[in-house]
């Protein structure tokens, strides 16, 4: 009887373990870059729209619109990268990012 | 065997008003750290999770704790491992609630959730210890360790989460200044 309460216990500690190892992996890098992902979610669905703004009057749309949305979708991917490569350098304790 | 534990209930009856004045203190110290922390943060993260957690695993050790000592008075080991099983069940459920709420909303763990988790595997394992060597060798050694170490660990978590909440803020600060 004592047996099996003590091998649950130590089933039950085990468990324990398992769950903090998993909410280890969410403090990791993928995660890092999906939160400024959702931070910059209002930008990257402006530039979604506008997107799809041009592509919807393509005749008529003008080269230097379609330029002007280029260089935003540029700027919009170099701030995400270099935000996350920020967050990653604090919260990782790291000197040189890594290249992923 | 069984008179040396119901005799470990008399004390701990005994000296109940010292832990119930930690209890409190605790439950006071956690909740306005709560409230803190949803007036600065303004939001669900990491942060407020945890604080939260921390809270319901102090009220639920509270609701239940009388429960627990009438049904652990009983003479067989059964009714010793409710005692234990039942705090560690609660320490694993506060441990799986901390990572679900951080699953379900995409939320990055911070290293105050990570040291909020830690201290509940220290009560686990304490616990656990405390039985096993209740139900085997019955030498009584850990009775006081685990006494003080459950009133330590309950009074450590309050300056250590409040730490690293502050630690969290001024990483904050460092990204923002551009890291």
């Not at chain 1, 500690?13 to 209002?42: T, Y």
């Not at chain 2, 304490?126 to 660990?153: E, K, P």
Request: proline share 2%; net charge neutral; with cysteine.
């Amino acid at each position: 009887m004592a047996f099996f309460l003590i091998l649950f216990t130590c089933c039950l500690l085990i468990l324990a373990l398992h769950l903090h190892l998993k909410l280890r992996q969410l403090a990791s890098e993928p995660q890092i870059f999906a939160e400024v992902a959702v931070e910059l979610q209002q930008r990257a669905h402006d530039l979604l729209v506008r997107k799809d703004q041009l592509d919807a009057r393509q005749n008529s749309v003008s080269k230097d619109e379609d330029e002007h949305w280029r260089n935003d979708v540029a700027q919009y991917m170099e701030d995400y990268e270099q935000e996350a490569l920020a967050r990653a350098r604090v919260h990782l304790g790291r000197k040189t990012p890594s290249v992923s | 065997m069984d008179e040396k534990f119901q005799q470990l209930m008399l004390t701990l009856a005994a000296e109940s008003q010292i832990f119930l004045y930690i209890a409190n203190y605790a439950i006071v110290g956690n909740l306005l750290l709560l409230v803190l922390a949803l007036v600065y943060e303004k939001k669900l993260n990491s942060i407020t999770i945890s604080f939260f957690v921390i809270c319901l695993s102090l009220t639920m050790s509270r609701l239940l704790s009388p429960l627990l000592y009438e049904i652990a008075s009983g003479p067989t080991v059964l009714h010793k491992f409710a005692w234990y099983g039942g705090w560690i069940l609660i320490n694993v459920f506060c441990i799986w609630f901390i990572y679900y709420m951080h699953w379900l909303q995409k939320i990055r763990a911070t290293q105050l959730s990570m040291v909020t988790s830690l201290i509940f595997i220290a009560m686990c394992l304490v616990q656990a210890i405390d039985f096993i060597d209740r139900a085997t060798l019955q030498s009584n050694f850990f009775a006081d360790a685990y006494q003080i170490l459950i009133a330590v660990i309950n009074l450590c978590s309050l300056p250590l989460s409040a730490y690293f909440w502050l630690v969290e803020i001024r990483k904050r600060q460092l990204i923002a200044a551009g890291a």
